[in-house]
């Protein structure tokens, strides 16, 4: 998947609307195995497949669509614990 960064309305509808038009968002990512895909929520599950892998990302609340966000790509991060036992993420 390749997504124009310099206009994300290529890969979904973005309204700057807050208020009036928001969505849930389940959002699934095909991409190279190498590399690490983010988004809004956390990963569910993650299926390899050859060069290719498939990341599920848990459901989103309701929000408006140009708050979605999608990363993919090589990063160097660490990924350590709160006491509560919720996952944080820091670049390195």
Do not use: R
Not at 11 to 19: A, E, G, H, Q
Not at 58 to 73: F, H, K, R, W
């Amino acid at each position: 998947m390749v997504v124009d960064l310099h206009c994300m309305a290529n890969f979904i509808l973005c309204l700057t609307i807050p208020s009036s038009l928001q969505a849930v968002f389940k959002i699934t990512l095909e991409v190279p195995s190498e590399t690490v895909a983010l988004s809004n929520m956390p990963v569910i599950e993650e299926k390899v497949n050859g060069p290719t892998k498939t990341v599920y990302f848990q459901e989103s609340p309701i929000m408006s669509t140009y708050l979605v966000a999608v990363i993919v790509g090589i990063f160097d991060y660490v990924e350590d614990f709160t006491t509560d036992g919720t996952v944080t993420s820091s670049p390195h």
